[in-house]
């Protein structure tokens, strides 16, 4: 079992920035691809941004394409999420997932019924 936290939400003005960070425990001795997904009020569970083990692949949504950007910390079993140019559209809460299997198809990597553990969730809200 892993358990995933996340934490870095709150409130932010429109164009400014956040970092969320995601942290393992348990059984992080197996390397994880990890992903992050958002949720906002009344809409589906949307992808956000994957990165694989060992951060060989990173895949990001359109949306948020050259404004967010993932990183690990495979030490600190930490994955990150730096946001920036932040939207009002940005807000949701926000997941990260990790999964234990290999994924290559882009569907499967943005299908968040792929991944096996998922973090509580942290709000984002990006508001004037």
């Known amino acids: 079992q892993v358990q995933l936290v996340e934490s870095g939400g709150g409130l932010v003005q429109p164009g400014g920035s956040l970092r969320l960070s995601c942290t393992a425990s348990?059984?992080?001795?197996?390397?994880?691809?990890m992903g992050w997904f958002r949720q906002a009020p009344g809409k589906d569970r949307e992808f956000v941004g994957y990165?694989?083990?060992?951060?060989?692949?990173?895949y990001y949504a359109d949306s948020v394409k050259g404004r967010f950007t993932i990183s690990r910390d495979d030490a600190k079993n930490t994955v990150y999420l730096q946001m920036n140019s932040l939207k009002p559209e940005d807000t949701a809460v926000y997941y990260c997932a990790a999964a234990a299997k290999l994924m290559y198809a882009l569907r499967s990597i943005q299908n968040g019924n792929e991944y096996n553990y998922w973090g509580q969730g942290t709000q984002v809200t990006v508001s004037s």
């Open positions: 348990g059984r992080t001795s197996i390397a994880y691809a």
């Open positions: 990165m694989s083990r060992l951060g060989v692949s990173i």
